[in-house]
T-cell receptor, first 114, second 112 residues
């Protein structure tokens, strides 16, 4: 286990609704990255937060937004849910400054949009 | 735009055999290449990683081979075991950043 926790484990929402996913990073890690993993595909980078600021963003629309809190935990918010948003949402924590910038993933939140 | 291409999509190996998964990348601005193992219902777990200034790295039964000029790298699993059955992802990190670009994954099944 990596020490990265995510909640909830599973979530079912209706198209057009909004959702908030949560992540607690591994102790000592001040950077959180969020990824979307569609069924049968590799994870795709959504964005990263470092010291409460967005620090890089992938090819996702603005309705995907996030927050990082002083304790380095993080939220991913998705507005106006679409059917294609159904996926496993992963967060990964890391600590810049290590030689390898290793990212440690949580178990994910499975979001189903109907 | 897929910048990291992974093959094969699925692989069946007999117990004790060698599993080989290949990845190729297009962007030269990558400086760190990890491999992740993912079991159903779990998040990806870091398995082994390599930097482009090294041609090979071995950790136990897992070896990464890296060919910088060809922009290719591969994972070799020696003495494959049924417990190795999982999906494997290669990834690449952009220089100066922390974003990982993942390959499409390889579903490995090791038969007893």
């Amino acid at each position: 286990e990596t020490g990265v926790t995510q909640s909830p484990t599973h979530l079912i929402k209706t198209r057009g609704q909004q959702v908030t996913l949560r992540c607690s990073s591994q102790s000592g890690h001040n950077t959180v990255s969020w990824y979307q993993q569609a069924l049968g595909q590799g994870p795709q980078f959504i964005f990263q937060y470092y010291r409460e600021e967005e620090n890089g963003r992938g090819n996702f629309p603005p309705r995907f937004s996030g927050l990082q809190f002083p304790n380095y935990s993080s939220e991913l918010n998705v507005n106006a849910l679409e059917l294609d948003d159904s996926a496993l949402y992963l967060c990964a924590s890391s600590y810049p400054g290590t030689a390898s910038y290793e990212q440690y993933f949580g178990p994910g939140t499975r979001l189903t949009v109907t | 735009q897929q910048q990291v291409k992974q093959s094969p999509q699925s692989l069946i190996v007999q117990k004790g055999g060698i599993s080989i998964i290949n990845c190729a990348y297009e962007n030269t601005a990558f400086d760190y290449f990890p491999w992740y193992q993912q079991f159903p219902g779990k998040g990806p777990a870091l398995l082994i990683a390599i930097r482009p200034d090294v041609s090979e790295k071995k950790e136990g039964r897992f070896t990464i081979s890296f060919n910088k000029s060809a922009k290719q790298f591969s994972l070799h699993i020696m003495d494959s075991q049924p417990g190795d059955s999982a999906t494997y992802f290669c990834a690449a990190r952009n220089i100066g950043g922390n974003m990982l670009t993942f390959g499409g994954g390889t579903r490995l099944m090791v038969k007893p």
